[in-house]
């Protein structure tokens, strides 16, 4: 049967707060994705079992319904619809998104953002280095050809000029002139520079400042030595340069703007980077990659890395790893990646426990997202199985974990390394070392995963939604009002009272026409006939809705609440809508109306009741 979409998306509305809980809503081609105020007011045990959701995680801030392709933009219409809000871009999502991250992810962020756009190349590169590796090996005539020096070439361009492309990717992130950002990263590794890679060797210096000793120092000395593998020193330029250009766009007459802003960006940030931001970070950057592979050098340390890892990658924080890798392979390019393995085994060790509630899971649901899930992660990329399945029953995450820390204090025993970076997994065999000892450690790192999973996940018994029946929120079936154009259901569940002892002397006189009044037992307003809204309130405490033979209804809740300014009501409709009779319309706390000193009494008048044919009250 065809999903029924403004259903889906009401569903989804009423259970995630309703809109005033939403900050920016916005769909890719799978997902909805929702950035929320108040994460407590979300019903997530609901969401994951509404007819049309086959998933649900948060990810760095967003809250993502997995839909599916073809069927996301259409919920998502429905959901703009219902929720009158405007329909926003990924960019604003994850914007929202991010402004609610703590500082330190907020710091951290950058780095994740310059290095997946760069991945391609340097997964292509690191690839292609592990086949022609592997080719020189196996036939070693084939190291002497003019091929192998080809294929060489083409292989390792992007790591003997990841300056360059990081600089690039830095200045987009950072908002600064891409082709500015490339001058500073190929300034970074020019050829009249002594090669980074080679300054053991000795270099020359530039005495820009003067001549002066102070001990063995000498002030004013700036080292000619190139930046070959590092990371962090170029983003550091690049933003310094970035912020620099938009200060100089904001100060500059616009008539020289043209070439002043970009050669006093390109001097002052060149010369910023050789004096101050290369020599100490380049230093510090050294330091915290000599831990790094301190740290995954000893069994115990990968053994920790190995179950942290997909923990990191819950955070979002993953992404930092690429420095560490990048300058690992910059000081040995062949096997030099240590952390590649251990990655490879936390990854693999999702997809074993991924697997395990894909074959013991009875949900057909549930089973639909782990299959291809725990194929996805076999393959290196583990968030869908984190977010979709592992971590939504936890205990398949944490025997995850456990399998990762074992298959990472196997890799580290076995010494194992990889000769590229961004590729984990079954792609991982083109560019490890040892292929028999890699796939010791991520099967391993599965099978103990896919044992701990299948032993202890129990599939609880799925929380159906709730039919017209059973749900306490359904619309009451009791006629309030009758004429010959139509009936009036009330609106709301409750005590229905005569018109005159409601506690308004305006509503009680009938001078707004005739109705009654409904003490609430419920907190939730429902279409009492076929109609269109002709009116919501600014202050939505109140709405109109015209029904059949022109009946104008008038449904206000509680008495001078107009003072609430919106505050504790949360209206599901806009002006002009089409509504069917037992839709809801609004929802409204009695708490909140009671503890501002008013009335909680729903009032529901027919404005026009003295037009109407047989009027009568029924209750």
């Not at 065809?2 to 707060?17: F, N, P, S």
């Not at 998502?76 to 871009?89: C, N, P, S, V």
């Not at 065999?429 to 999973?453: C, D, G, K, N, S």
């Amino acid at each position: 049967m065809a999903l029924d979409y403004r259903k889906c998306a009401q569903e989804i509305v009423d259970h995630i707060g309703g809109r005033e809980n939403v900050a920016q809503a916005a769909h890719c081609a799978t997902r909805l994705r929702l950035v929320i105020k108040d994460n407590s007011k979300v019903d997530k045990e609901y969401l994951d079992n509404i007819d049309g959701v086959k998933g649900m995680f948060e990810s760095n801030g967003q809250l993502q319904l997995i839909i599916g392709t073809g069927t996301v933009n259409k919920v998502y219409d429905e959901f703009l619809d219902i929720t009158g809000m405007t329909a926003a871009t990924k960019d604003d999502v994850k914007a929202a998104a991010a402004a609610k991250q703590p500082l330190w992810k907020q710091l951290l962020k950058p780095i994740g953002d310059v290095f997946v756009p760069i991945l391609p190349a340097i997964v292509a590169s690191g690839l292609l280095m592990g086949i022609v590796e592997a080719l020189g090996k196996a036939y070693p005539a084939f190291a002497s050809t003019d091929w192998y020096g080809f294929l060489d070439l083409v292989s390792n361009t992007a790591f003997a000029y990841l300056p360059v492309i990081v600089a690039i990717s830095a200045a987009r992130v950072f908002g600064g002139n891409i082709f500015l950002g490339a001058v500073i990263g190929l300034m970074m590794v020019h050829s009249s520079l002594t090669n980074g890679w080679n300054a053991a060797d000795g270099y020359k210096v530039w005495y820009l400042f003067g001549h002066i000793k102070i001990g063995n120092y000498t002030l004013g000395q700036v080292n000619q030595l190139g930046y070959q593998g590092h990371v962090i020193p170029v983003m550091l330029a690049v933003l310094f340069m970035s912020k620099l250009e938009k200060w100089l766009h904001k100060h500059v007459p616009e008539m020289i703007d043209l070439f002043v802003t970009p050669l006093t960006t390109v001097f002052l940030t060149a010369l910023a980077t050789f004096v101050v931001i290369g020599p100490i970070f380049s230093g510090l950057e050294t330091l915290v990659l000599s831990g790094a592979k301190w740290l995954v050098q000893n069994p115990i340390g990968s053994c920790a890395m190995g179950a942290l890892y997909p923990v990191t990658v819950v955070m979002g924080l993953h992404h930092m790893y690429n420095v560490i890798e990048a300058g690992m392979l910059a000081k040995t390019p062949i096997g030099g990646n240590i952390w590649m393995p251990i990655a490879s085994a936390a990854n693999f060790a999702q997809f074993g426990a991924c697997l395990a509630v894909a074959i013991k899971t009875k949900s057909e649901k549930t089973r639909s997202v782990a299959v291809p899930s725990s194929l996805s992660a076999a393959l290196g990329i583990t968030e869908p199985a984190i977010f979709g399945v592992n971590l939504r029953f936890y205990k398949p995450f944490v025997g995850g974990m456990v399998g990762g820390a074992v298959g990472a204090l196997l890799a580290s025993f076995m010494g194992i390394g990889a000769s590229a970076y961004g590729v984990t997994g079954i792609p991982g065999y083109l560019t490890i070392e040892q292929p028999l000892q890699y796939t010791i450690v991520i099967f391993t790192a599965a099978a103990i995963a896919f044992a701990i999973t299948f032993t202890t996940y129990t599939e609880a018994a799925p929380k159906k939604a709730m039919t017209a029946s059973e749900d306490k929120d359904t619309a009451p079936a009791n006629v309030i009002m009758t004429c010959d154009e139509g009936e009036v259901m009330a609106p709301v569940a409750g005590k229905v009272v005569s018109r005159d002892q409601i506690p308004d002397d305006t509503f009680a006189s009938g001078v707004l026409g005739d109705g009654v009044g409904i003490e609430p037992a419920e907190e939730t307003v429902f279409a009492p006939f076929d109609g269109t809204i002709s009116t919501v309130a600014e202050s939505k405490h109140a709405i109109g809705i015209t029904g059949p033979g022109d009946m104008e209804l008038l449904i206000h809740v509680g008495v001078d609440t107009v003072a609430m300014n919106g505050d504790g009501f949360t209206p599901f409709v806009r002006e002009s809508d089409t509504v069917k009779k037992g839709q809801k319309l609004l929802a409204f706390d009695r708490k909140k109306i009671k503890a501002a000193g008013h009335p909680d009494i729903v009032v529901v008048l027919l404005t026009n009741s003295d037009d109407m044919t047989n009027f009568s009250i029924s209750h």
